[in-house]
């Protein structure tokens, strides 16, 4: 099937770093996304990866390995903001249809 | 204009109702897609338009009808529904389908059904 594990709860403290991982089947794999969900709001872009290697946008990165099937988001100088659900999704095949993971429940406390 | 705009933003309906949803967007995108997301649960595939055409249906029951008017709108006409159809529906839109064209979400309608 077309797997995709990531943990369901993280806890972080306000400053600090967390890096969210995400694993999936490697077969077809076309490009993997990662949203940001606030609870009762829709998903937020975040970053795209297809290609093997780390994408900074400010205080957040993304890496991917293609060959690993793993990716993950670090998130840096953590604010209370940033408590909400991190969605990895991946396209396969190019046939368009994204594929949620279950999200990564992050809480920040001061 | 960079945002997917959706009406209602809630809705409560009987099972012998017939409803219809509306999402927006004004950003030339030509793909359009429909997702169900329940609570504490990822978005789930539901409907994909690419181009006004139909272009994915994930096995989804009659009772939810879609319809892509022009390049703009996506509708999805809801009949006869079931309480476990209450969820958020959301709207996402696309450059097109496929790799490399992240998907931007409308903030969705919240449906119950009684």
């Known amino acids: 099937g077309q797997n995709i594990d990531q943990p369901t709860e993280m806890t972080a403290t306000e400053g600090a770093i967390v890096q969210i991982n995400c694993t999936y089947q490697?077969?077809?794999?076309?490009?993997l996304f990662w949203y940001q969900q606030h609870a009762g709001e829709a998903p937020t872009f975040l970053s795209y990866?297809?290609?093997?290697g780390l994408e900074e946008k400010g205080r957040f990165s993304s890496f991917l390995s293609r060959s690993k099937g793993y990716s993950y988001l670090l998130l840096k100088e953590l604010q209370m903001k940033d408590s909400a659900s991190y969605l990895c999704?991946?396209?396969?095949?190019?046939?368009?249809?994204?594929?949620f993971g279950q999200g990564t429940e992050l809480s920040v406390k001061p | 204009d960079t945002e997917v705009t959706q009406t209602p933003k809630h809705l409560v309906m009987g099972m012998t109702n017939k409803k219809s949803l509306k999402c927006e967007q004004h950003?030339?995108?030509?793909?359009m897609y429909w997702y169900k997301q329940k609570a504490k649960k990822p978005p789930e595939l539901m409907f994909v338009?690419?181009?006004?055409?139909?272009?994915i249906n994930e096995s989804v029951p009659s009772r939810f009808s879609p319809e892509c008017p022009n390049s703009s709108l996506l509708n999805l006409h809801l009949h006869a529904l079931q309480p476990e159809d209450s969820a958020l529906y959301l709207c996402?839109?696309?450059?097109?389908?496929?790799?490399?064209?992240?998907?931007?979400f409308g903030p969705g309608t919240r449906l119950t059904v009684l």
């Open positions: 490697t077969s077809g794999f076309n490009g």
């Open positions: 338009y690419s181009y006004e055409k139909l272009s």
């Open positions: 950003m030339g995108h030509r793909a």
């Open positions: 999704a991946v396209i396969w095949n190019q046939g368009g249809k994204l594929i």
């Open positions: 990866n297809v290609l093997d």
């Open positions: 996402a839109s696309s450059r097109g389908q496929g790799i490399n064209n992240e998907q931007f």
